[in-house]
């Protein structure tokens, strides 16, 4: 008896690969830190307002200043003084996550209209 059944020259089935695409385009990225008020969580990849340095929801309002939280934060009453975002990058608006009422490549490109982020959507796909 083989003490490893099922594995031994390719036999097992290991599962498959779904690649993540946060970016769809070449441009410099660059980060920075923003400010997180009490309270409040934020998503990985959310976009989110910089009000004045300190992040706010973004529910789809304009003329504001948006960025890309670029790690989960959790809600507390005592909030980790400073969260990475993203400044600028050329993303994959698939990947982002984004109010409801944003659903759009269109709506989604006007929000970031005037900022360093761009959003577009990967090559090959076939939405327009």
Do not use: C
């Not at 059944?5 to 769809?24: C, D, K, M, R, S």
């Not at 300190?54 to 980790?80: F, N, R």
Request: charged fraction near 15%; avoid cysteine.
């Amino acid at each position: 008896m083989t003490p490893y059944p099922n594995t031994l020259a390719g036999n097992g089935t290991q599962g498959g690969y779904e690649p993540f695409h946060l970016f769809a385009g070449e441009k410099e990225i660059v980060t920075g830190q923003r400010g997180v008020p009490a309270n409040t969580a934020f998503e990985q990849f959310e976009v989110a307002v910089d009000n004045a340095g300190v992040l706010a929801k973004y529910t789809g309002q304009a003329d504001v200043t948006l960025v890309v939280v670029a790690q989960p934060i959790a809600s507390s009453a005592t909030p980790p003084a400073m969260a990475p975002v993203y400044l600028s990058a050329f993303f994959n608006h698939e990947a982002l996550v984004w109010p409801a009422a944003v659903d759009t490549l269109a709506e989604r490109q006007a929000a970031f209209h005037g900022s360093e982020i761009e959003v577009g959507r990967l090559l090959g796909s076939t939405e327009y």
